[in-house]
Every structure is written in structure tokens, then in C-alpha cells.
């Protein structure tokens, strides 16, 4: 299987530009993050299932970022297949998550046996999702996710991400004159564009060290490391400093803003 690589920029920005000249004769999908887990940036979809299609190629979207966080819309995006995680945006438990697969495509199991259903067949059920789901579910994960779905759909998702937005907007105006910091990501286009992370280094301070600090003196749990994105670390030059991340949810207050922001900033001119 050849895989080809669409670049990005120095602010973490896919070069969409680029993109038509990767597609080959065998082109079969697009498989593209809706969000950065590094950067922050979200990327349009709905024009690059359009290139996509127009090759014959079908467009997989992950989500993990943004469901839950900003609007998705299959069918107006253009999307064949949707992952998605339950642990982020949608505020479930970890070890959840799905696909969702547009009608008419067809995917083939990646493990086979213990459905609970047709035991004397030698294959996978036919039908989705059973097709997919091997193995005993993760029922109480399942229950869990469920009722965070619930909340949301109680919530206005477009004024629950504007103060999400607000907040790490908040934190970024405190922290932007810290000596030595570097951030990754664009900033200055729409909240639409964004989601609220807000990811940084210190000089050349390793991320985990800067990370344990912020737990250690102030309880502040963030991400360090690779966040499982080696490709975009590369393109960033991060591959071994890593990166710390701040993740701003609904239910972070500015108290907590301005403190994440004031002991980044001690720890800052302490190891400067």
C-alpha cells in the first residue's frame, strides 16, 4: 500500500494547494484529521471530500478533535466514513468510541469471532454493526457515553465552544510575552478554525519536564510528548522536545485560566 503525505506549513497549516497532485490512478481514499491534536487548526473537509470524490477516492474523516466540539455534519461535508472518540468533546468515557459509515460503503473486519451472534457461522455477521463489532462490548463505557451525549444535546454546542474558545483565548493573551515561549498553531483566523487547545514550548526545556512542574506546584494536568502525532512533530521540529497542551473544556472557570497562566509564567523564569 502506498501512502502519500500532504505537508503543512510552519504554523501546522495543511497546504491544501498541494493536494491534487498526490491523488494517483489507484488513489482509493483521503483519511485527514477534522482538527489537530498538536496545532489546534481545523482543516476544511467539506473541499477536500470534494477533490477526494472527484478522483473516485472516498474521504475518512477523524473527528476525535472535533466531535462534540464543533458541528459535524456527514452529509454536508461530504464524509464516506466518520471515526470518532468518546473521551474528548463529548465528555465520555475513555475506551469508548465509533464509526460511522456511510450507507452503500462496505469495510471489512479488521478482528473476526466472539459476537455473541451466529456462533456456528465461520465469518462475520453481514450486517453493520454487528460486521464490525467483535469481541464482548464495552457496555458500561457505552452507558457512560450515552449519557454524556445526552447532556450535550441539552447544551447549545455554539455558545459552549465560543466560551471554550474565550477561555483559551483568555489564557493565550497571559501567556504571549512569556520569555522564550513558542506556540504551535494559527491563532488569528475565526473560532471556527480553531478548537480550544493551546499548545507551546519553553526554550528548549523538555515538555514532560514542564509538564510534572505544572502538576507538581499547581495540579495542573496537561498533555506532554507526541500526542500520538509523529508527522506533524516532525513538521513542527518537536519530534524531541515534544509539546505542552492545554485543553480548555466547558467546565474550566477563569480562576483556573489565570492560574495555569501565572505558574507558566513562574515556571518560565525560573528555568529560563
Known amino acids: 500500500m502506498d501512502i502519500s503525505i500532504l505537508p503543512v506549513n510552519a504554523r501546522g497549516i495543511l497546504q491544501m494547494e498541494e493536494l491534487q497532485s498526490l491523488f494517483r490512478p489507484r488513489t482509493r481514499a483521503v483519511v485527514m484529521t477534522h482538527a489537530s491534536n498538536v496545532t489546534g487548526n481545523v482543516t476544511d473537509i467539506k473541499t477536500v471530500s470534494s477533490i477526494a470524490h472527484e478522483h473516485g477516492a472516498q ?6 478533535q472535533t466531535a462534540g466540539e464543533i458541528p459535524v455534519d456527514m452529509q454536508e461535508m461530504g464524509i464516506d466514513i466518520l471515526c470518532f472518540t468518546g473521551h474528548k468533546g463529548l465528555l465520555g468515557p475513555q475506551g469508548t468510541g465509533g464509526i460511522i459509515v456511510r450507507k452503500g460503503v462496505q469495510i471489512e473486519p479488521l478482528l473476526r469471532g466472539g459476537t455473541g451472534m451466529q456462533s456456528f457461522d465461520k465469518d462475520m455477521p453481514e450486517r453493520l454493526p454487528e460486521r464490525l463489532e467483535a469481541g464482548t ?7 457512560g457515553l450515552s449519557a454524556s451525549i445526552e447532556w450535550l444535546q441539552a447544551q447549545d ?14 489564557f493565550l493573551l497571559r501567556i504571549a510575552d512569556i520569555p522564550g515561549i513558542r506556540l504551535y498553531g494559527e491563532y488569528d483566523g475565526p473560532d471556527e478554525r480553531r478548537i480550544p487547545i493551546i499548545s507551546l514550548n519553553i526554550g528548549d526545556i523538555p515538555s514532560g519536564e514542564i509538564a510534572e512542574l505544572l502538576w507538581e506546584s499547581g495540579g495542573i494536568a496537561v498533555r506532554a ?3 500520538c502525532a509523529p508527522l506533524m512533530h516532525i513538521a513542527q521540529g518537536t519530534k524531541e522536545q515534544g509539546v505542552v497542551r492545554f485543553s480548555f473544556c466547558c467546565h474550566n472557570t477563569e480562576e483556573e485560566v489565570e492560574s495555569a497562566a501565572l505558574l507558566l509564567r513562574s515556571i518560565a523564569q525560573s528555568l529560563i
Do not use: C, F, Q, W
Not at 59 to 64: E, H
Open 225 to 227: 510528548g507526541a500526542h
Open 157 to 170: 454546542l455554539h455558545a459552549r465552544h465560543h466560551r471554550e474558545m474565550a477561555l483559551a483565548k483568555n
Open 59 to 64: 474521504m475518512i474523516t477523524d473527528t476525535a
Open 137 to 143: 462490548r464495552n457496555v458500561p463505557g457505552i452507558a
